[in-house]
């Protein structure tokens, strides 16, 4: 979600931006059924996650594919993340899905041209779904980069945060 708050705002004040680095980011979904139909389904979680509460949300969340890579980092760490999860309010965290989800978000796919900022995608080999969106969207950007960390899936930064700032510093470094 973090990824498309940015980019809605790189969109909207690119003139306050030097660079732009987004991480496992989407730019939203184009096909007006398919949005509506997440939507529905981001509406349907924030029902659950106030219903059954965050304990219940958080089991769920962490069950999910995207979070698999995970299982491979310290037990400390892992908790460490349980742990800020568990501190979300549920009431906060379904307003955040239905005032920020993927449904309702517009998609930027026809807008991505306008971005004339240098921009950094970065996404995490073993997360196929953001790869080849950033793939995608990196086409559509005039000055953009898509840089894919080996062995790290959705969280790149959680599951390796040394290649992840290498990255982010050599990105800032040439344009900065």
Known sequence: ????????????HTNLLKTLIL????????DDQEREARRQSDDALAERIIARGIAAFVAEWEALPLWHT????????????????LQNNPIGLANSLRGHGTGV??????????LRLPVLLLSGAQDAKFVAIAESMCQH?????HVVLP???HAAH????EAFSNTVLEFLKEWH
């Open 1 to 12: 979600m973090g990824g498309r708050i940015a980019l809605d705002f790189a969109l909207a």
């Open 158 to 161: 959680l599951e390796n945060p």
């Open 23 to 30: 991480e496992s980011a989407s730019d939203g979904i184009a």
């Open 105 to 114: 978000q517009t998609s930027h796919r026809n807008r991505l041209h306008q």
């Open 141 to 145: 950007m005039p000055h953009a980069q």
């Open 70 to 85: 995970q299982s491979k980092l310290p037990d400390n760490i892992r908790q460490q993340q349980r742990d800020q999860r």
């Open 151 to 153: 062995n790290v899936g």
